[in-house]
């Protein structure tokens, strides 16, 4: 069954740190999201993606961060300048379809630790 | 503003002993309400999409409902490997409860 791909599992960084987190969509899928869960809260939306442009965005999703699908397959989320706060488990997911009613399957997550 | 709120935070079940999760929602215009349930450290993992009020999805233990302001999760007689978080989610830009942590004691 194919699943959304996420790499790595675990990144450490210090503060002020450029870092880029991966993802590999299931393939046949046209829109990809980006969510981050900070330890002991709710799944956050950053950002949707879809034809090569962002199509919304949370009031997280600020200057420092930036997606960008570099080729065919991956989806990449770079974080400029990490903060502490930035310290979270980072979820990609994508769906084939876009709109409210289509479920969206995620990856296992990047847990990023900004020191 | 879009919100969701899921009741109880926890809950310790005895294998067996059925239960159910709620998910209360305000929101303009839902097209779609989620659940998921996410294992600890892991990636959310789909489980039922709900369109209107009145309809029902059944998966093994697990049933959804879905009221014009509320959704459940029924869980029938629950198995140890049902312990996880169930988190329920509305819109595209899926805005997510808190969830519900569910622990089932043998």
């Known amino acids: 069954e194919p699943e959304v791909t996420q790499t790595p599992s675990h990144q450490v960084t210090q503060m002020g740190q450029e870092v880029i987190l991966r993802c590999v969509p299931i393939s046949n899928h046209l829109y990809f999201y980006w969510y981050r869960q900070i330890l002991g809260q709710k799944v956050e939306f950053l950002v949707s993606?879809?034809?090569?442009?962002?199509?919304?965005k949370s009031e997280i999703f600020d200057d420092q961060f930036s997606v960008e699908r570099p080729d065919g397959s991956n989806f990449t989320l770079k974080i400029r300048s990490t903060k502490l706060e930035d310290s979270a488990m980072y979820f990609c997911?994508?769906?084939?379809?876009?709109?409210?009613?289509?479920?969206?399957?995620f990856g296992p997550g990047t847990r990023l630790t900004v020191l | 503003e879009d919100q969701v709120t899921q009741s109880p935070e926890a809950l310790r079940l005895q294998e067996g002993e059925s239960s159910s999760l709620n998910c209360s929602y305000t929101?303009?215009?839902?097209?779609?309400l989620f659940w998921y349930r996410q294992d600890p450290g892991k990636g959310p993992e789909f489980l039922f999409t709900?369109?209107?009020a009145g309809e029902e999805k059944e998966k093994e233990r697990l049933k959804a409902t879905l009221t014009k302001k509320e959704s459940f999760l029924h869980i029938t007689a629950p198995k140890p490997e049902d312990s996880a978080t169930y988190l329920c989610?509305?819109?595209?830009?899926?805005?997510f409860g808190t969830g519900t942590r569910l622990q089932v004691f043998p």
């Open positions: 997911a994508s769906t084939r379809m876009g709109g409210s009613y289509n479920e969206q399957f």
């Open positions: 989610a509305v819109r595209n830009k899926l805005i």
């Open positions: 929101v303009s215009g839902l097209r779609g």
């Open positions: 993606f879809y034809n090569n442009e962002i199509s919304e």
């Open positions: 709900l369109y209107s």
